[in-house]
């Protein structure tokens, strides 16, 4: 079964440079969540899109942005990159009330 | 405000022991989704289980089992005979059904149970 795609799995990037994420959900799901993981920590709710549109947005910082294109793939984009960015980015997909399924995530690490 | 609450940070065990793990949550919806997932070393996510709030059933799965009871707002699971391959952290989580397009929220995330099962 096809299963949430994440690009890249890791990304090293410096300080204040832009990192982008990539998330192809499972065929036909319909909505697209992201979650970032400190160290340690349990996953925290980014933001989430239903249908190309924002639905939800949680402990988002405002130097991060994302959005859903028409072939329903997300895209986390974040800029001006501080120290404490560096975690695991989920992303999940899911369908109406069916479960969200996670992706492999990707690791960034600001150095 | 939705929380998740899983008291027990690490727990240790020998092989073949059973071990449960705890989950109490706070809702004030009456329809919401409890799940566990489960993260080895590897750092995905795995999918583990997903109950329904008005369905309060236990349910079984090979050496894996849920005991939900809303009376206490507990989501307990319980692993029989553990395996070194059952260590991981596992997260339960919460979440609820939103009212447009009857799709389901965001999930919030207990702090996590780190089980250590040594052979």
């Known amino acids: 079964a096809a299963g949430v795609i994440q690009s890249p799995r890791h990304l090293i990037k410096e300080k204040r440079e832009t990192a982008t994420l990539k998330c192809y959900p499972i065929p036909r799901h319909d909505t697209v969540y992201w979650y970032q993981q400190g160290p340690g920590q349990d996953p925290q709710f980014l933001i989430s899109?239903?249908?190309?549109?924002?639905?939800d947005k949680g402990s988002i910082p405002d130097r991060f942005s994302a959005q859903q294109f028409s072939d329903y793939h997300s895209e986390l984009n974040m800029s001006s990159l501080e120290l404490g960015d560096s975690a695991l980015y989920f992303c999940?997909?899911?369908?109406?009330?069916?479960?969200?399924?996670f992706g492999p995530g990707t690791r960034l690490t600001v150095l | 405000a939705q929380k998740v609450t899983q008291a027990q940070t690490e727990i240790s065990v020998v092989e073949k022991e059973d071990v449960t793990l705890d989950c109490v949550y706070e809702t004030r919806d009456t329809t919401y989704y409890l799940f566990w997932y489960k993260q080895p070393p590897s750092g995905e996510l795995v999918f583990l289980i997903r109950?329904?709030?008005?369905?309060?059933q236990n349910e079984i799965s090979g050496r894996y089992s849920w005991n939900f009871q809303k009376s206490t707002s507990s989501f307990n699971f319980t692993i029989t005979a553990s395996q070194v391959v059952d260590s991981a952290v596992y997260f339960c989580a919460l979440s609820e059904i939103l009212d447009y397009g009857g799709s389901q929220g965001n999930l919030i995330f207990g702090k996590g149970t780190k089980l250590s099962v040594k052979p």
């Open positions: 999940a997909s899911g369908q109406a009330l069916d479960t969200q399924y």
């Open positions: 109950r329904n709030s008005f369905d309060e």
């Open positions: 899109f239903y249908e190309k549109m924002q639905s």
